[in-house]
């Protein structure tokens, strides 16, 4: 690929729209140009949003010229099953549509509907010449001048307030905003509002600082019909109104409330949620109200997109219901609000085909023992948290089959479920689960050493430890104050490390996009969007609080307030096992001099995860096996075989990876000390290299 394209592809690894983006896909379209010499890589690089790589059309032709593309990412952005066939435009009378139908009328501050439009032989902005910007801005405002009590500013002539809030009221992107052949139509009389070549040719606005849905949108209606009397727009017979936003073809409308939902905001999943409800949640710094917008705009016209919107309202308004009537039932205080447990466990009960433990767990069970659980609907910790706090994340997160834990003290107050959980993942044979003392081994009689000395198959070895900090709650519960002060004294005990582990601590909150995004793909950092640490409601307030610590030659490091409290990380290149476990165990017992771990002697060291206890250890190579990772199941197999785990190179957050270099780690950790362990992973690992050299 030429350079540029393949940058531009790039941009998009990790997100859902990089699987749009095949080979094929990528090849067929790297020479094509659309009616106005636009390109597919222009389409990828332009973003309407800063934050996240999203498509744009760089001219109307550019959906049919790169159709493979953009038909794809419109079925999945609309949510379109089949073929792609957009309904007769049908604005609908708003006296009898229902629109006084919402659950609470209170909790809405403000309302605004908006519509962009394309005026047919000219591109979007980004393609557009000085010459032809001016001329399109003539033509429109050419039109608008008959438009009844509105008057037509261009920008540079705006008064700066004026300018303030436009760029608030469209969600405008500040770097965006230059000022050339641009202005704004106004009626002030209804504030009714026509903005000029700001990326799509026209966008229509008008809102409310009401809850009047139906009054709003026959003034919009009436308001938008008399200037668009006035042009003969772009539109497509499949695919509706066609504009520069991908997200907006179809009707072209959106509509955007400001609610007061202060429980859902302060879920760290509050976006995915909203997204579940057919809302985008756009940026806010109120801790009280949250701004979402309706955009599923194609396939249906805009009389059934306007009551899918105030559906999408109503189901927010429930939940968010649901969730203040639950903090009621407890005795005391919960740390954070949540959803009903009854609402989380139904929908992990009726996920089909779940591979979730705590279905097993309910599956298990008869009903007068079930019966006898409701008595988790009244429980709650000393640090305030409740069940529903625990089984949030396999009630979202379908492919989280085991929940994260507020607290140690969870694991015995709910010891019902908690003992089956982690009988389950660590093969418990019998009734009684147990852990033996610690053994670490003395370091100068280790057995085992390199096991790749010609460096030919292990890229690297990590082994490391997690860790929680006693009279602190643990990531997915603690509170951001609290986070602060664990940051604070495990940073200080690192800082206090001396000899080849001395280093320096990098709190997140003063580390660079472009140095964290350089740290994870050297696999020293962890990432910001895995879906466990959101859907457990551990990535709240992010990045604060969480930080990282390496030595000179990094190969030693630490993650604070990542999932667990603290992981302790011993890595290095290449297959030495034996100096990446002597630095780490260096590491433990200088900390232990600073830090008071949480230990149990039934669990052995307690963490968020059910699986991450006993030794708390994952000892783990880096792995190239190009040909045993042409049959995955087998390789799957083999690792289970020897007690090992099979992951995708970034890790639990990368299971669909295709590539040939694998992680690998030991999966027990329970039962067994630190010792055997490794020495268990060792033999693993040895035997894997053995089978690797034999299909060469």
Not at 209 to 222: E, M, N
Not at 514 to 531: A, K, S
Not at 642 to 660: F, K, V
């Amino acid at each position: 690929l030429m350079p540029g394209l393949k940058e531009a592809v790039n941009l998009y690894e990790g997100c859902p729209t990089h699987k749009l983006l095949t080979e094929s896909v990528v090849n067929k379209y790297r020479d094509a140009k659309t009616q106005f010499n636009g390109t597919l890589e222009a389409c990828l690089s332009e973003f309407q949003s800063k934050d996240k790589p999203a498509p744009t059309a760089v001219d109307y032709t550019a959906y049919e010229t790169f159709k493979d593309f953009f038909g794809p990412y419109l079925q999945k952005s609309n949510k379109i099953e089949g073929e792609i066939c957009h309904p007769p435009s049908e604005f609908g009378d708003s006296s009898n549509l229902g629109l006084d139908s919402f659950l609470a009328p209170e909790r809405i501050e403000a309302l605004r509907i908006e519509a962009v439009r394309t005026v047919a032989d000219y591109a979007y902005e980004t393609l557009l010449s000085g010459d032809k910007k001016a001329e399109l801005e003539k033509k429109i405002k050419d039109k608008l001048s008959g438009v009844s009590n509105g008057t037509y500013t261009i920008f540079g002539n705006l008064p700066e307030q004026e300018l303030t809030d436009l760029v608030e009221n469209f969600n405008i992107d500040t770097a965006k905003l230059d000022k050339a052949g641009k202005g704004v139509f106004a009626v002030k009389s209804t504030g009714f509002t026509v903005l000029v070549n700001q990326g799509e040719h026209l966008r229509f606005s008008l809102g409310a600082k009401s809850a009047d849905l139906a009054t709003l949108y026959g003034q919009f209606v009436s308001a938008f019909n008399e200037v668009a009397s006035k042009f003969e727009f772009v539109k497509d017979g499949k695919l509706g109104f066609l504009t520069n936003n991908p997200t907006k073809t179809g009707t072209g409308l959106s509509f955007t409330a400001v609610i007061k939902v202060p429980n859902l905001i302060t879920l760290s999943n509050f976006e995915d949620i909203m997204e579940s409800f057919n809302l985008v949640a756009l940026p806010s710094n109120s801790q009280q109200v949250a701004k979402v917008r309706h955009e599923i705009s194609l396939g249906l016209n805009e009389a059934a997109q306007l009551k899918d919107f105030v559906k999408s309202l109503n189901k927010a308004f429930e939940l968010e219901h649901k969730i203040e009537e639950n903090m009621k039932l407890y005795p005391s205080p919960t740390s954070f609000p949540c959803e009903p447990y009854d609402m989380l466990l139904e929908t992990i009960l009726t996920t089909p085909k779940s591979e979730n433990v705590v279905k097993k767990f309910y599956d298990s069970l008869s009903a007068d023992q079930k019966k006898e659980l409701t008595k988790y609907n009244h429980m709650v910790t000393s640090y305030g948290t409740t069940i529903s706090h625990v089984c949030r994340l396999c009630s979202y997160h379908h492919k989280g089959t085991y929940p994260r834990v507020g607290d140690p003290e969870m694991y015995s107050m709910f010891h019902e479920l908690f003992d089956f959980l982690i009988k389950f993942y660590h093969k418990v044979q019998g009734d009684t689960i147990s852990h033996p003392p610690r053994d670490l081994g003395k370091l100068e009689d280790l057995e085992f050493d390199n096991v790749d000395p010609d460096n030919k198959y292990i890229i690297s070895t990590r082994i490391r430890v997690s860790r929680s900090i006693e009279g602190f709650a643990l990531p997915a519960n603690i509170s951001k104050a609290d986070r602060l002060k664990l940051e604070a004294t495990i940073s200080g005990a690192l800082n206090d490390m001396t000899g080849e582990l001395k280093g320096t601590y990098y709190p997140l909150t003063e580390m660079s996009p472009e140095r964290q995004h350089e740290l994870i793909e050297n696999h020293f950092l962890f990432r910001d969007d895995d879906p466990n640490l959101r859907d457990s409601n551990a990535r709240r307030d992010w990045p604060s609080g969480r930080g990282i610590f390496f030595n000179e030659k990094q190969n030693f490091l630490a993650w604070i307030c990542e999932e667990d409290h603290l992981r302790i990380i011993s890595m290095q290149k290449g297959g030495d096992i034996k100096a990446v476990y002597v630095r780490l165990v260096n590491a433990i017992t200088s900390l232990e001099k600073k830090l008071k771990f949480v230990f149990n002697e039934k669990l052995g060291y307690i963490n968020s995860c059910p699986s991450n206890i006993g030794t708390a250890m994952r000892a783990s190579v880096h792995i190239n096996l190009p040909n045993m990772s042409k049959n995955k199941e087998d390789l799957e197999n083999t690792c289970k075989s020897y007690n090992l785990d099979l992951r995708g190179y970034y890790g639990e957050a990368d299971e669909d990876s295709q590539s040939t270099i694998h992680d690998i780690s030991l999966k027990r950790r329970l039962g067994l000390t630190e010792l055997q362990a490794v020495r268990e992973m060792t033999g693993g690992i040895k035997s894997i290299i053995d089978q690797e050299k034999a299909h060469e």
